[in-house]
């Protein structure tokens, strides 16, 4: 539901003739027929790592030409009177994180790139943070590893590729470090049976 209505804020945005490249789903492919092809009109994919969809990065670039001027002025000024301060750093890195981890994308320099830093700048404000890139990596895939190692359906190399590992082995040490077993130990602890 949520990739559709992504795929339906687009149209209205650019067009009803705008159709993604290809759309990705993690769930598997439905028995029988489906309206999936007509409706996002591009090749879909299920058992995916990641639910969403791809589109040339020229078309986030587009405006809007059917945009209102005062509105968005004046939508702009409700954000920006919004309490709270904004984000530091180590909060928008978690955030970014979270977002191309799935992808196999989670490195400093897609990161930095995203903010529009390069990665020496944001290893210098993280550090004025006190904190480093490779640990909030470490804590947000600490935070997925109970997560994904809950659905019995995921093998364990399967939940290492979504963490962005190249390579099982590395997930096994950096979740036996972490948690003082392997994953297939921590299953079998609290999974039981399952």
Known sequence: MAVSAYVHLFRLLLGENWAPTVVY?????PDGPTLHQRFF????????????FECPAADLDRVNVRADAAMASHASLLLDGLPGERP?????VVRLIHALLPMGRASLR??????????RQLQRQLAVEGTTFESLLADVRSDWCETLLKESALTIDAVATRLGYGHPSAFIRFFKQRQ???????RQQHLGGR
């Not at 009109?41 to 969403?52: K, N």
């Open 25 to 29: 789903f993690s769930h598997a492919r």
């Open 41 to 52: 009109r591009c090749p879909v994919q299920f058992d995916s790592p990641l639910d969403g």
């Open 88 to 92: 530091d750093a180590a909060g928008m």
């Open 110 to 119: 897609n990161v930095a790139k995203a903010m529009a830093r390069n990665p």
């Open 180 to 186: 003082g077993m392997t994953p297939g130990q921590w």
